[in-house]
């Protein structure tokens, strides 16, 4: 039954995400903040039909700690589940992502409209500069960027390295980080086509200020706070 739920769930989404990229050679020229409210669409649309065909549901707390002004956030990176989730309860945002997604037909013609940091992951301390550069372009166009230190998707209970490429750039761009948990991959798991109905938590912490601060210490920081709200998420399953 999780099987054919979740087999609904993606053939819905990707007719609708066909229907919603056709229009997009025409936004091109249109400012941003009409771009990203259209495509927001489709998040909305993902997150609701998420709901009917899998009964998953999210719940979020602690978003009076989000500051006044674009922050770079760096979060618990489970499943996909994340990326779509975070586009409806943060400010406009981008994000630093690996450019093969970019090559997705339909889904990746839109993401690049988002104005995406999309790095080459082999490439070193290119991509690490590359992140810097043009994510402090976008924090000063007023954009949020979103950041998965982990680097990739791991499973519920794990644990990956978190690099300190988005502690760089809050660093570098004088900005404070916004830790956020979740367990969404109890849920929408790394791997495997099935998911499980319930309702994913995302726990958003305090901002943390980065003045005078190193990278390596504001990604230390930020992971603490990440890593000691997921006992609790993970034992809500």
């Known amino acids: 039954m999780g099987t054919l739920r979740a087999s609904l769930f993606y053939l819905g989404l990707s007719l609708f995400t066909i229907a919603l990229v056709i229009p997009v050679p025409l936004l091109v020229v249109a400012p941003y903040g009409v771009r990203h409210r259209y495509l927001g669409l489709w998040s909305r649309f993902a997150l609701w039909w998420l709901r009917l065909t899998c009964g998953i549901r999210y719940r979020v707390e602690g978003l009076e700690h989000l500051p006044d002004r674009p922050a770079v ?37 839109g993401l690049a409209m988002t104005k995406p940091v999309a790095i080459d992951r082999k490439a070193g301390k290119q991509a690490l500069r590359q992140v810097v550069a043009q994510g402090t372009q976008r924090l000063q166009q007023g954009l949020w960027m979103i950041v998965f230190p982990e680097g990739t998707r791991m499973a519920a209970g794990q644990r990956g390295r978190y690099a300190v490429g988005g502690g760089m750039l809050a660093e570098k761009a004088a900005v404070p ?40 210490a504001i990604t230390r920081e930020a992971e603490a706070w990440i890593e000691s709200q997921m006992p609790a998420l993970e034992a809500m399953n």
């Open 73 to 109: 956030v760096l979060a618990k990176h489970q499943s996909a589940w994340e990326t779509i989730a975070f586009q409806q309860f943060l400010p406009a945002q981008t994000w630093v992502l690996k450019r093969e997604l970019l090559w997705i037909p339909f889904f990746g013609w």
């Open 177 to 216: 980080v916004v830790p956020i948990a979740h367990n969404a991959g109890s849920f929408w798991p790394r791997q495997g086509f099935a998911k499980r109905s319930g309702i994913v938590r995302v726990v958003i912490g305090p901002p943390i200020d980065t003045s005078g601060k190193s990278a390596a």
